[in-house]
């Protein structure tokens, strides 16, 4: 063997016995004459296993080897099987380089970079062939994770560009890239807006103290969120809730801005709206009130000064029956009756408006209110009614309300009073007070087995002078029900009726809880 025999061998001896690449020999035909370290770790066969043994095609896939033979038959012009001479087809001249997969013993697929070259011996005459692999593997993995990063991005700004508005601008504020969406809204072409600033869409409706604020807070590296008012190219105006993000170099220091916005013009027109009818409904509200509290006081003096003549004319009817009823015939002494009847009734009516504007003024004092006992004290007051009559009063223990005690005698007083009228005409009354245990409400009921009513109507019974039935049918002012209900709003409650003709009604208010 000359010199350069035994130095290229000696090199070829160290390349295998390294545990750095895998490095492979073959011999002519392609039987595996040398197996470094290397390659023992890459593919998980021992050097025993193969040397002698095998060829390279053990470790290479069958598909790749396939349609790699197809490739050089059709580049080379001869029939290449897919077995070594794949492996060497190229390598014979200048060598090959060219990534492969490799099959571990193990069954792993390892991707791979293969340098094959030719080996002479020292008059030129082919040798055997060298075989050098280096791993792909992270490099494929890191290839893929690139892949993965720039398809998220991708993804990502598609995304953004489907929802939200984006510009980019340099340091100085010129705009470098704007999306679809910023076009749309601002009804500018890409290239009209390129190279400007955003004064292009300035509206005015900002002032300059909002503005240096929002570029101070940029211009610091610190991100500004905030609603903006833009004004698109015909004029029109829409608003933005927007986000500017500066983008830092090494030394902190903004070189370019991001805006990402949302239009938010419709819910900034609504907001507009709801301000203005706020607005609009506290003068109504004021006008409101005014009127009310006229309204009130008028028909407080008005009630008030109605007293004395109805007074007198009852006085005066009853001192003419007493003292010259023998003078008057018959029909003189009905007229009488009627003056007197009549003016009761208006006493009644001028007594009820008082109840009911006194309910409005009279400021309330709030406390536990014993209703069981409120009510059975209402009860004993409305006996000297049903002297004749068979009425079966049912109250429940305990009812408890916070009220003011004086106004919910009253809601009491009318609404038992209204039950003992109206069954009036029942062979046995049944009335019965208590509450609901059922419902987050538990509303208080009040209910009678006498006249009902028509729901069709129930919308008018808590009207002012609202009556369902006629006085020759039940005697009333109309009033008693439109001062029950302003006594359960004032409480903050809500008062309801249900009933059927002929079946009863059941009246249902609520109240605060006692504390």
């Keep these: 063997m000359s010199e350069e025999l035994s130095r290229q061998a000696a090199v070829q001896h160290a390349l295998l016995d390294s545990a750095g690449p895998a490095i492979f020999s073959t011999t002519v035909d392609g039987v595996i004459s040398g197996f470094s370290r290397g390659a023992e770790q890459l593919l998980g066969y021992a050097a025993s296993e193969l040397v002698g043994e095998q060829t390279p095609v053990l470790w290479h896939d069958g598909a790749e080897m396939a349609a790699r033979a197809e490739e050089l038959t059709c580049e080379l012009g001869r029939n290449i099987d897919p077995g070594f001479d794949v492996l060497i087809a190229k390598a014979q001249g200048r060598g090959e380089t060219r990534e492969w997969t490799y099959v571990r013993k193990d069954g792993a697929r390892v991707p791979v970079l293969v340098s094959v070259s030719a080996l002479r011996n020292d008059q030129g005459a082919l040798s055997g062939f060298l075989g050098v692999a280096q791993d792909l593997t992270e490099r494929t993995?890191?290839?893929?994770?690139?892949?993965?990063?720039?398809?998220?991005?991708?993804?990502?700004?598609?995304?953004?560009?489907?929802?939200?508005?984006?510009?980019?601008?340099?340091?100085?504020?010129?705009?470098?890239?704007?999306?679809?969406?910023?076009?749309?809204?601002?009804?500018?072409?890409?290239?009209?807006?390129?190279?400007?600033?955003?004064?292009?869409?300035?509206?005015?409706?900002?002032?300059?103290?909002?503005?240096?604020?929002?570029?101070?807070?940029?211009?610091?590296?610190?991100?500004?969120?905030?609603?903006?008012?833009?004004?698109?190219?015909?004029?029109?105006?829409?608003?933005?809730?927007?986000?500017?993000?500066?983008?830092?170099?090494?030394?902190?220091?903004?070189?370019?801005?991001?805006?990402?916005?949302?239009?938010?013009?419709?819910?900034?027109?609504?907001?507009?709206?709801?301000?203005?009818?706020?607005?609009?409904?506290?003068?109504?509200?004021?006008q409101l009130e005014a009127a009310n509290k006229e309204l009130e006081s008028f028909a407080y003096s008005v009630a008030h000064d109605l007293r004395a003549p109805v007074r007198g004319m009852d006085g005066f009817s009853q001192a003419l029956l007493e003292d010259y009823a023998g003078q008057l015939d018959a029909t003189g002494q009905d007229y009488l009756h009627r003056i007197r009847a009549a003016s009761q009734r208006m006493g009644q009516l001028i007594d009820d408006l008082l109840n009911l504007a006194r309910v409005t003024r009279t400021e309330m004092t709030l406390d536990r209110v014993d209703l069981t006992a409120l009510a059975r004290r209402v009860i004993a007051e409305l006996q000297p009614q049903q002297a004749g009559r068979a009425v079966e009063w049912k109250v429940g223990d305990p009812l408890v309300a916070r009220g003011d005690p004086r106004l919910l005698q009253l809601v009491l007083e009318n609404l038992l009073g209204n039950a003992l009228k109206f069954t009036g005409k029942c062979e046995r009354a049944r009335i019965e007070f208590g509450q609901q245990a059922h419902g987050p409400e538990?509303?208080?009921?009040?209910?009678?087995?006498?006249?009902?009513?028509?729901?069709?109507?129930?919308?008018?019974?808590?009207?002012?002078?609202?009556?369902?039935?006629?006085?020759?049918?039940?005697?009333?002012?109309?009033?008693?029900?439109?001062?029950?209900?302003?006594?359960?709003?004032?409480?903050?409650?809500?008062?309801?009726?249900?009933a059927q003709p002929g079946k009863g009604a059941t009246f249902h208010f609520t109240l605060p809880p006692p504390q």
């Design 141 to 286: 993995r890191l290839d893929t994770r690139r892949a993965g990063d720039v398809k998220a991005l991708a993804d990502f700004k598609a995304a953004l560009d489907e929802h939200a508005i984006v510009a980019i601008t340099d340091a100085r504020g010129k705009i470098t890239y704007v999306n679809d969406k910023f076009c749309a809204i601002s009804q500018y072409a890409r290239e009209e807006l390129l190279g400007q600033d955003h004064r292009i869409i300035n509206s005015g409706h900002h002032s300059k103290e909002f503005i240096r604020e929002l570029w101070e807070t940029i211009r610091s590296g610190r991100v500004w969120k905030g609603e903006l008012k833009n004004r698109a190219k015909d004029g029109t105006f829409y608003w933005v809730d927007t986000s500017i993000v500066p983008f830092l170099d090494e030394h902190g220091k903004p070189v370019q801005y991001i805006a990402i916005r949302a239009d938010i013009t419709e819910r900034k027109s609504v907001e507009e709206q709801i301000v203005q009818l706020n607005a609009e409904l506290r003068v109504h509200a004021a």
């Design 442 to 498: 538990q509303p208080f009921v009040v209910r009678d087995n006498g006249a009902g009513f028509d729901m069709a109507f129930a919308n008018r019974l808590f009207g002012a002078f609202q009556r369902l039935h006629t006085p020759l049918e039940f005697p009333g002012t109309g009033i008693g029900l439109a001062t029950v209900q302003r006594i359960i709003h004032r409480h903050g409650g809500r008062v309801w009726a249900e």
